[in-house]
């Protein structure tokens, strides 16, 4: 796990003071080490900057060392990740007569990009994205991992006549830190989708200009940064070649991949939230291991919220060496500006992940291994119950007139969820009139069900311009991306694609790579896998998913050896005690902020509608949940600390 960053442009010093700036900025993602090359300028003095920011894992060497030289080919490249199949590949490649002076991975990838040529980027499981240049024929590639682990943004110069064109870094704020994008402006598409969402959703970013490299796409640019060609090397579309899978196979496939992720020069640790899926983690790693196993849990003095009682038992269970890491709200508040500093982009996610790699890192850890990843595989979510049943529910009542539909599904909402004050319930149930009006859209379904605010509500705190700026909560290039990948699927299967995809790929795995590498935390999530989800994608819905959020098949082959009753409660979140401590110790300082119109109007949100908003939610209104107004608030941080604003 490590920073990458690059310019194409003028080989000279002020591209290299830009890099240097996003080099310090870019210092949380790799502490042990630092690294800087050039190509050689062409004749109009171009070329490429790479540079590097370590966190040793692998090979702890200086032979490991980034930006890494192939021997053979002269090629370079800076990669941030890990390739878990890399002890595979090297011995495919010694087998054909080749060398390597390092033991690590980064070796292993670059001499078979070199040699094999782009399209062994197919070969490679792991989390990673890259850019290598390829000195021959002068052409920088980049790629990200099949699931979109590790992150990857770059910018352009709209100036064709300026002294560079192209600039990339692992983090968006890395990307304002080097001071050749100006002025950040905020993108309006962004204030959109985190009122729709929570969190922004790709290919749009925070800041105009920036953009992400997808999931599983590979980038070509020549060497004056122009965009050569650009391929999507994996997708999550059904595998029609291939068989059906039994269960011993897929447990096999799974216990794969928890050893592949334990590979590392240094110590391991698993973060333990007492749940099926990081249980599944932490048992079968401690099988594969020859010493007990760290684990780790962040607990609570709200009780209600605290599964730490809990994770001592499992933990006691597997044998692991366990501790419990205690968070109050004091401490909270106390570290919350470098929580909130800790996220590259607005979210209302991410900052559990933060308090635990902090203290895990003051235990000396590097690497921790979490079970993110088992809901979306096999149905854990509500989703995965009620979406189905509200399309077939949909589907039968086609005969019925639409006017008599929505005026049902009003009279449901009514009953099932009543409002009460200025700001209305913003459950699922009060969207229950708009999600029949979209009852065959399985997508739309899924969008209206986990958006944060009611379509009306949104008009009044973004206004129309802004609402209509990306339709159910997703860019156009988002939902045909999503449609290709889902068609021909049943509505479970396309679920998991819709949760893999927005849920974990756009929220959970972005905001823990930020939070996480912000204590230098490498986080590795073997339910994260390329070829586990390939595996699982072959099984019946059946199979995979019932009964319904039960993960059934999960526990039989994850958690051998426990006693099952230790699982036989109530499924619970990792979430903070938000609810209680935004009304209390935080009530302050958000109170300034959300009652504040020249603090609000410059995100693109109405200041009325925010404080409208924030009172009702103190007030106690029925339907407003915590993440309502989290989400509105963090917005306000993060574009008044970065002074990105419309």
């Not at 007569?97 to 792991?126: E, N, P």
């Not at 006549?161 to 983090?171: K, M, N, P, R, V």
């Not at 009953?415 to 399985?442: F, N, Y």
């Amino acid at each position: 796990m490590c920073g990458i960053a690059g310019i194409v442009g003028r080989v000279a010093e002020p591209n290299r003071v830009a890099l240097k700036r996003v080099n310090s900025a870019l210092a949380h993602r790799g502490p042990d080490g630092e690294g800087f090359w050039q190509a050689a300028p062409d004749a109009r003095g171009w070329g490429v900057m790479l540079i590097h920011r370590r966190l040793s894992i692998l090979d702890l060497s200086p032979a490991g060392a980034q930006p890494m030289v192939d021997p053979v080919t002269g090629n370079v490249v800076v990669v941030n990740g890990e390739i878990y199949n890399y002890l595979e590949l090297r011995e495919k490649l010694a087998a054909c007569g080749q060398t390597f002076q390092s033991t690590g991975d980064t070796a292993v990838m670059l001499r078979a990009l070199s040699i094999q040529g782009r399209d062994a980027v197919r070969m490679l499981r792991g989390m990673f994205a890259f850019a290598l240049w390829d000195s021959r024929d002068r052409k920088l590639v980049m790629a990200r991992d099949p699931l979109g682990i590790k992150p990857l943004y770059l910018a352009r110069n709209p100036d064709p006549g300026g002294d560079w064109s192209l600039i990339f870094a692992s983090e968006v704020r890395a990307l304002l830190a080097s001071g050749l994008l100006g002025k950040p402006k905020l993108n309006p598409r962004a204030t959109a989708s985190v009122a729709w969402n929570g969190f922004i959703v790709s290919p749009e970013t925070a800041v105009m200009g920036v953009e992400p490299v997808w999931p599983g796409q590979l980038r070509v640019f020549d060497s004056s940064g122009k965009e050569e060609s650009s391929q999507f090397y994996w997708t999550a579309s059904p595998r029609r070649d291939a068989g059906p899978i039994g269960e011993q196979e897929l447990g096999n496939t799974i216990e794969e991949s928890v050893r592949l992720h334990l590979l590392s020069d240094v110590p391991v640790g698993v973060f333990l939230s007492a749940g099926v899926d990081s249980t599944t983690v932490a048992n079968l790693a401690q099988k594969t291991s020859q010493a007990p196993i760290h684990t780790f849990t962040l607990a609570f003095e709200e009780k209600e919220y605290s599964e730490g009682a809990m994770a001592r038992r499992i933990a006691d269970a597997i044998g692991t060496r366990h501790q419990e890491v205690l968070l109050t709200e004091q401490q909270f508040i106390t570290q919350l500006d470098a929580a909130l500093d800790s996220l590259d982009q607005p979210s209302f996610d991410g900052l559990n992940s933060y308090y635990i790699s902090q203290a895990v890192r003051q235990t000396g850890l590097k690497v921790a291994l979490v079970g993110t990843g088992g809901d979306e595989l096999f149905g854990g979510y509500t989703s995965f119950r009620d979406l189905p049943t509200l399309l077939r529910l949909s589907k039968r009542s086609r005969w019925l007139p639409r006017s008599l539909t929505r005026e049902i599904g009003k009279l449901l909402s009514s009953v099932l969820q009543r409002s009460r004050g200025t700001v209305p319930a913003q459950t699922r149930w009060a969207k229950l009139p708009a999600m029949i009006e979209h009852g065959d859209d399985l997508l739309s379904l899924y969008q209206l069900a986990y958006a944060l605010f009611l379509p009306a509500f949104q008009r009044q705190l973004l206004g129309c311009a802004l609402t209509e700026a990306i339709i159910d909560g997703l860019p156009a290039a988002m939902r045909s991306r999503l449609e290709f990948e889902t068609c021909g699927r049943s509505s479970l299967s396309a679920l998991s694609v819709m949760e893999q995809r927005l849920f974990l790929g756009e929220r959970l795995l972005r905001d823990t790579d930020a939070t996480s590498m912000a204590s230098s935390i490498e986080v590795r999530l073997p339910l994260v896998d390329q070829v586990l989800l390939e595996h699982v994608d072959r099984l019946k819905d059946r199979e995979r998913y019932l009964p319904l959020r039960r993960k059934a098949l999960l526990r039989r082959t994850g958690l051998r050896g426990l006693d099952p009753a230790l699982f036989e409660r109530a499924k619970t979140g990792f979430v903070l005690p938000y609810d209680r401590w935004l009304r209390r110790a935080m009530s302050k300082v958000m109170d300034q902020a959300m009652r504040d119109p020249d603090a609000v109007r410059p995100t693109g949100l109405n200041p009325d509608t925010v404080r409208r908003l924030w009172q009702a939610f103190l007030d106690g209104a029925p339907g407003l949940y915590w993440s309502r107004v989290w989400a509105v608030y963090v917005l306000i941080w993060w574009c008044h600390r970065h002074k990105a604003y419309l």
